[in-house]
């Protein structure tokens, strides 16, 4: 009997799992997954804002993981490829015809100096980590800087940091504090975003609502005490200081002094993957960005935010991710032969401007704006500018999708 281990009982290994039950019954499946909740975080940008319940993000795990899978509640420690084994933290050796790693990725705030120490704590807060205490830091706020940063590292959906923003803004109005606002988007690219449609309409969006954005700013330091956030320019940038925003220098770094600052903390793969032969260089799984097969074991796939893919790490490209690693997996174990479908790199980010407004990033490998068709189901013709339906979409509709059927392993 074929058995499939499975490492991570997130949304990519769960469909995985899923889908294999379905079209494979007669595969032994076995999860690795040391949680006993599973977390839909994509809403815990509108949970910041205080537009979604927080408890309706998470469910058991026992409730989601698929009939029929043997799971393993504990750490991926090691994996031996060579032996075709996987080691846990507790010890138990679990051997494998095919290996699924798909345990996701973690926040590294300690690659911020200063981060670990002020995350989480007075003003300092992430929807990445804590959606609830955004809310907190929001509805507390009385005016002055609002900061609203991300590393330089990759990390879960691209645009989520901008999300939280937006709607920050439209708060600060609701509450009559924006005349008193400076509201300021610090980031390391060079764009507000990779897809020039998309793109186009966020700044847009920005200068509708005056929002101060500093391109090539990478954060190195946080100072959560004095409250000001530290980054270095990228080379051959010139600072500039919009009134009413207080700077100051420290050698090469510009320190930016905030009432309140949001953050996507440094995101990067698990240990046991980041210091394993399996890595690439920035540490990340190596694998082929089309057929999703690890560059080195033939026997092994790589799926979701730990895949070192050019590509955002979303749910919806998980979506588009698992069937093509599976249907190559099938068919090395029936035929020694790999799929002629590859992955495009399809992802999409669903980009919310304000309360009741959003825009819908779909794109590939080359940033190509490519909307779902089915969209025109829903009236919506043109996705990359904001409408009610799409902010429809992103509250009501996907969760469903989801938990209701991407978990459950049916295509949607």
């Known amino acids: 009997m074929t058995h499939i281990l499975i490492i991570g009982g997130g949304a990519a290994g769960l469909m995985s799992a899923s889908q294999i039950r379905r079209h494979k019954p007669d595969f032994q499946v076995t999860v690795i997954e040391p949680s006993e909740t599973h977390t839909y975080q994509p809403t815990w940008t509108l949970v910041g804002a205080n537009s979604y319940n927080f408890e309706a993000t998470q469910r058991p795990m026992a409730s989601v993981m698929p009939e029929g899978v043997h799971w393993v509640k504990d750490y991926a420690a090691e994996i031996k490829a060579d032996a075709n084994e996987v080691v846990t933290r507790q010890g138990q050796t679990i051997g494998y015809d095919f290996l699924i790693v798909a345990p996701g990725l973690v926040m590294a705030p300690e690659m911020v100096e200063g981060l670990t120490e002020a995350l989480g704590k007075g003003v300092v807060c992430s929807n990445y980590t804590n959606p609830r205490h955004t809310w907190e830091v929001l509805k507390n706020f009385k005016g002055g800087t609002a900061l609203f940063t991300q590393p330089t590292t990759p990390i879960k959906c691209g645009g989520a940091p901008q999300k939280i923003m937006y709607l920050a803004d439209d708060h600060f109005r609701k509450q009559g504090l924006r005349e008193q606002t400076k509201v300021v988007f610090a980031a390391p690219g060079g764009v507000i975003f990779g897809v020039k449609p998309i793109a186009k309409t966020l700044m847009e969006v920005v200068d509708r609502k005056g929002i101060h954005l500093r391109f090539k700013h990478q954060l190195r330091k946080v100072d959560g005490e004095k409250r000001i956030a530290w980054f270095k320019l990228a080379d051959g940038h010139e600072e500039h200081n919009p009134v009413g925003i207080t700077t100051e220098r420290d050698g090469n770094l510009v320190g930016i002094h905030f009432d309140m600052l949001h953050l996507a903390p440094p995101q990067a793969a698990p240990n046991f993957i980041r210091e394993s032969p399996l890595a690439n260089a920035a540490g990340w799984l190596d694998v082929d960005h089309g057929t999703l097969q690890h560059k080195a074991y033939a026997n092994i796939f790589g799926i979701g935010d730990v895949a070192a893919l050019p590509t955002a790490k979303t749910a919806a490209a998980i979506r588009k991710q ?91």
């Open 322 to 412: 698992v069937p093509i690693a599976l249907e190559n997996i099938f068919l090395l174990a029936d035929q020694k032969a790999l799929s002629n479908r590859h992955y495009n790199g399809y992802s999409s980010c669903p980009l919310v401007t304000g309360y009741g407004k959003m825009v819908l990033a779909e794109f590939d490998y080359d940033n190509n704006f490519t909307p779902d068709p089915k969209l025109k189901q829903m009236l919506v013709f043109n996705s990359d500018k904001e409408h009610l339906r799409l902010w429809w979409l992103k509250k009501y509709i996907l969760p469903r999708l989801y938990w209701n059927k991407m978990l459950k392993g049916k295509r949607v």
